[in-house]
């Protein structure tokens, strides 16, 4: 089977970095399983916002899988503006113009967003006559609509419509509907019109277990880089490391503000209790201004993987200080998987399908507010037998459901089925 994978922004093997996300996971399984894989990609690298080549390229690699990389120049980071709608819609007639005269495939996966790029996806797939399934990961464009407010949402309106237009036609055309929970498959099945089928499924995000991997080699030189970058030493600190990893966006900033204000009125910022959110973004500097004379908190920006690595090795809970919306409140995250990945408790403000997982399977809590997040992380180190019963809960959720290649493996065998049904 030949397969084409539509996604513009993602790590590729070839970047600095690399750490495989879904699309990446997904074209492994549908190698490992015989299967042939064309990459749709933009030549925009998204984590270092530069172009790898500066024009189209094409690489055919060893591994079974060809990289169609697409330079369009411009764009921005806004989730609407006409700027960026444009670049997508650029993007979008340059795949569909490439795509158009290359052998057709025996099945195309469209990730959403964007709306534009499922659309074109379902026009490619029309014309080769191929099933084509569209894969939600994101609650575009109904929560750009929600979220934004006054002038900016009556100016932004048109590109909605036009969002919303692109979305209705490719779920329509789409043979299958595919999303990372039941909530977003079904947020496709709405725009599609039609009841919902057993061509319809939902494949979480999933982890590579490989990335928590720690070269204990080098051990002296990922403490000696902590020391460096904030004075800590990891091998020596009888303080407890709590971990955050992500974008430091605006529902990050408004999760991390609420809870550091009761952490200080409890007394927690002298306590036995160190806070290292990593990850960079728009509200990083502004939460670092903020938070520069709490003396346990710390901000260092983005991080390495291997550098990530260790210091989950080295902490004692995961904590997801995150808005509640209803977009995260019906998704779990890359983080999450990251962190039960590395048997870490997670205490998390969320609600919704993360709250109702860690419960579930005993291996976290929900907090609602700083001083009732320095109780729980007080109850976890007081009681040992409950720490390491909710860690061993952790990994053995995360190796029998959200491991890598259990999710992948499925996904490729169903991508199969829907091929020969079609």
Partial sequence: MNVWLVKMEELLPMDKDYRAYR??????????SGHKVTRWCSDLNPQTKKYRHGHDYTLVSDHGVTYELLYVKGGDNQSVSLKRYLNNFLIAIKFKKKALNLPPPDLIVCAMPTPQLSRISSEIAKFFKTPLVVDARDYWPDIIEQELKGIKKYVSMP?????????????????SLVGITPFYRDHLV????????????????????????????????????WIKKLKLDLLNTEKKIIY?????????KNGV???????????????????ILCGAGQYLEELQNLLRDVNNVYLPGHISAEHLAYLRSKSFVA???????????????????????????????????????????????????????LRLL????????????????????????YDSKVVYRNFSTYLERIAQEF
């Fill in 23 to 32: 699309m990446g996971m997904l074209a492994e399984a549908l190698v490992n």
């Fill in 159 to 175: 590109l909605i419509y036009l969002m919303k237009n692109d979305l209705r036609k490719a779920c329509i055309a789409a043979y």
């Fill in 190 to 225: 709405n725009y599609s019109g039609r009841v919902k089928t057993d061509k319809d499924s939902f494949f979480p995000l999933g982890y590579d277990g490989k990335l928590n991997q720690v070269s204990y080699d080098k051990v002296d030189e990922y403490n000696n880089f």
């Fill in 244 to 252: 955050f990893a992500g974008k430091i966006n605006l529902t990050v």
């Fill in 257 to 275: 503000q609420p809870l550091i204000s009761s952490l200080e009125k409890s007394g927690a910022t002298n306590s036995n209790y160190i806070f």
């Fill in 319 to 373: 904590i997801q200080p995150i808005e509640n919306r209803i977009d995260y409140e019906n998704s779990l995250s890359n983080k999450f998987f990251e962190n039960i990945s590395a048997g870490l408790p997670i205490l998390t403000s969320l609600t919704g399908i993360t709250r109702k997982e860690i419960e579930s399977n005993r291996c976290g809590f929900y907090y609602s507010s700083g001083s009732e997040l």
């Fill in 378 to 401: 007080n109850k976890l180190d007081s009681n040992i037998e409950l720490y390491e019963e909710m860690s061993k809960n952790a990994l053995e959720l995360f190796d029998t459901t």
